[in-house]
């Protein structure tokens, strides 16, 4: 399945992009998602440049095996002004893939407003990613079972609700019990 990347469609390649550990990713985006900044580490890996980054939706990056309902928790969390950890599969304009331990923040003015939002991303520990990938397929295999992607989006969150119920943790507790 291949998605729209940079005005073509790029098929996932099942190849992982090398980035080093102490490297972090660094983006900014306003308050409806599109990115005002990216930094060196953020261009390399993604293989996109500050032209095919800056102004564009920050999902330009979104991987097609990534669930939608963690970018709805996503959003939901950020829009409650609350700070987000989540484990990301992201997808680089050739269809490599790297996997990111994110950390989002509101980001703020003066006043006190939401005017954006900042993401500093780290390469992930390995042994977290196999466990957070069988909840991934999970979710993602629910959301396809709905033609509707609204349907799809609430099948994918009430699984995702009820593993966290079932594991007796909320979200932030999960993401960091891996």
């Known amino acids: 399945m291949g998605v729209t990347l940079t ?3 790029i098929t996932p390649t099942g190849i992982a992009r090398p980035w080093d550990d102490e490297e972090i990713i660094v983006s900014k985006t ?3 998602g599109r990115i005002i900044y990216a930094n060196d580490v953020f261009q390399r890996v993604s293989l996109l440049t500050p032209d ?3 102004g564009k939706p920050h999902n330009i990056i979104r991987h097609p095996h990534m669930p939608r309902c963690i970018f709805k928790l996503f959003w939901d969390t950020l829009q ?3 700070e987000i950890f989540a484990y990301v599969l992201n997808m680089a304009s050739n269809g490599d893939h790297y996997w990111v331990f994110a950390h989002v923040t509101p980001s703020y003015d003066n006043n006190m407003n939401v005017v954006g939002y900042h993401s500093n991303r780290r390469k992930p ?3 977290k990613i196999a466990k957070i990938e069988p909840i991934y397929k999970a979710l993602l ?5 709905h033609s509707g992607p609204r349907e799809a989006l609430d099948a994918g969150t009430k699984l995702l609700n009820e593993t966290l119920a079932k594991a007796g943790m909320s979200y932030d507790e ?5």
């Open 125 to 127: 520990d390995p042994e």
């Open 141 to 145: 295999a629910e959301e396809a079972k």
């Open 80 to 82: 409650a002004n609350k």
């Open 30 to 32: 306003d308050i409806k």
């Open 52 to 54: 095919e980054l800056i």
């Open 174 to 178: 999960f993401i960091f019990s891996l």
């Open 7 to 9: 005005h073509h469609r």
